[in-house]
Each structure stands twice: as structure tokens, then as C-alpha cells.
């Protein structure tokens, strides 16, 4: 069965510090990935998405970016953060044949931005 | 650009009663709509998926109703249970097999 791991489960950085947050899918091959970000009660913000290695498409302007350096590897980055980068981050992982498919997701880091 | 709708205020119901969520949308229609569960602290768990072409789709106690006229989406969860309680999501594809549009969530909580 196919799995997802996302890594660490919560986080608390300086303003001005890098970021790397990674997230590597088990069980199945070409998935697409997703970053999303999730503020408190609000809706899930699409950050980035990929469907191949080293093809990565931006869904918001910002300080961060990502990269799939393999498969189903997907790693979320920063060189300086913001306090406006903190929040829940998300990936996620779906298969990229026919049609929209569910999208599985990871448990979360927990981002502060102190 | 595509808007999702969903009931901000917590829906607080008894236990054995039917839950009932709202997710209405604007301009065009997707193709599908989806639903997932989101417990606090987790990621989202996908529950059911209906296609612009289905009125209705069901799985066990679940049943979600998919009205492009209207444009909505019911999302009932009869015979609800403590254990249901939970923020549900809807997401709607954005004319890309890739992409969701995701809903801020309705908080269900169901009393014993």
C-alpha cells in the first residue's frame, strides 16, 4: 500500500533562519505532488505542485520554492523566512492518470516563526 | 476565479441524528467535486469523489449529492457518531486533472 511521510512533525524557526521540509511518498510510482499551506480555519492554499521529476509549477508569489529530486521526493524550502511563513504545511500525493484523483495526504509540520 | 463556500460555524447535532453540510460554489462547474475529513492536527483523508454527471454517490453512512444547477454539494452522514466529529472539506478540480480548490471546512461536532 502506498504511503506518505512528511518530516518534522512541528518546527519552530527564527525570522531570517532557511527552511527545508520533506516529504517522500512509498508504494507507487510518477505520483503528483503537492505543497499546500493551511492558515487556522481556513482552506488549504496550494503552494506548489509537480507531476515529474525536476518539473515543479508555483501556485503563489513568495520566499519559498521546491524541488523533486527524485520520484517521490518533494522538498519544500526557504532561505529566509518570514513571520508571514508560519502555518500548517501539507503534501500530498496523487496518481496522474485518468481524471482528477484523490489526493492523499501527509500529517503536517507544524511551522513557528518566531 | 472559482469560489468555494462552506458554512463557517460548527454544526452541532446529537448522536443518531443526520449531519448535513453544505458546500455551494461559484462560476463554472467542475467536473468533480470531492469531500475529505480533517481531524485537528492531521492532514486531510479523502472520503468520497462525484462526477458532474452523478447525483448522487453513497459509502456506508456517507451520501454526497452533487447539484450543478444550484451549484452545491450536500455531504450527509446519517446515524452520526461522537466519532464523526471532525472538519469536512470539499475541493473541486479546477479544469486541471492536477489541481484542487479546497473549501475552508465546516466543523461537525456530535454530542453522545
Known amino acids: 500500500s502506498q504511503t506518505i511521510h512528511q518530516w518534522p512533525a512541528t518546527l519552530v524557526q527564527p525570522v531570517g533562519s532557511p527552511l527545508s521540509l520533506e516529504c517522500t511518498v512509498e508504494?507507487?510510482?510518477?505520483?503528483?505532488l503537492y505543497w499546500y499551506r493551511q492558515a487556522a480555519g481556513r482552506g488549504l492554499q496550494l503552494l506548489f505542485y509537480?507531476?515529474?521529476?525536476?518539473?515543479i509549477s508555483s501556485e503563489v508569489p513568495q520566499n519559498l520554492s521546491a524541488s523533486r529530486p527524485q520520484d517521490r521526493q518533494f522538498i519544500l524550502s526557504s532561505k529566509k523566512l518570514l513571520l508571514s511563513d508560519s502555518g500548517f504545511y501539507l503534501c500530498?500525493?496523487?496518481?496522474?492518470?485518468?481524471?482528477?484523483?484523490?489526493?492523499?495526504f501527509g500529517d503536517g509540520t507544524r511551522l513557528s516563526i518566531l | 476565479s472559482q469560489k468555494i463556500e462552506q458554512n463557517s460555524e460548527a454544526l452541532n447535532i446529537q448522536e443518531g441524528k443526520t449531519a448535513t453540510l453544505t458546500c455551494n460554489y461559484t462560476n463554472y462547474s467542475p467536473a468533480y467535486l470531492q469531500w475529505y475529513r480533517q481531524d485537528p492536527g492531521r492532514g486531510p483523508v479523502f472520503l468520497l469523489l462525484i462526477r458532474e454527471n452523478e447525483k448522487e454517490k453513497r459509502k456506508e453512512r456517507l451520501k454526497v449529492t452533487f447539484d450543478t444547477t444550484l451549484k452545491q454539494s450536500l455531504f450527509h452522514i446519517t446515524a452520526s457518531q461522537p466519532a464523526d466529529s471532525a472538519t469536512y472539506l470539499c475541493?473541486?478540480?479546477?479544469?486541471?486533472?492536477?489541481?484542487?480548490?479546497f473549501g475552508s471546512g465546516t466543523r461537525l461536532l456530535v454530542r453522545p
Open positions: 509537480s507531476v515529474g521529476i525536476g518539473q
Open positions: 475541493a473541486l478540480d479546477q479544469g486541471s486533472s492536477y489541481k484542487l480548490i
Open positions: 500530498a500525493w496523487s496518481t496522474g492518470t485518468g481524471g482528477v484523483q484523490p489526493q492523499h
Open positions: 508504494g507507487t510510482s510518477n505520483p503528483n
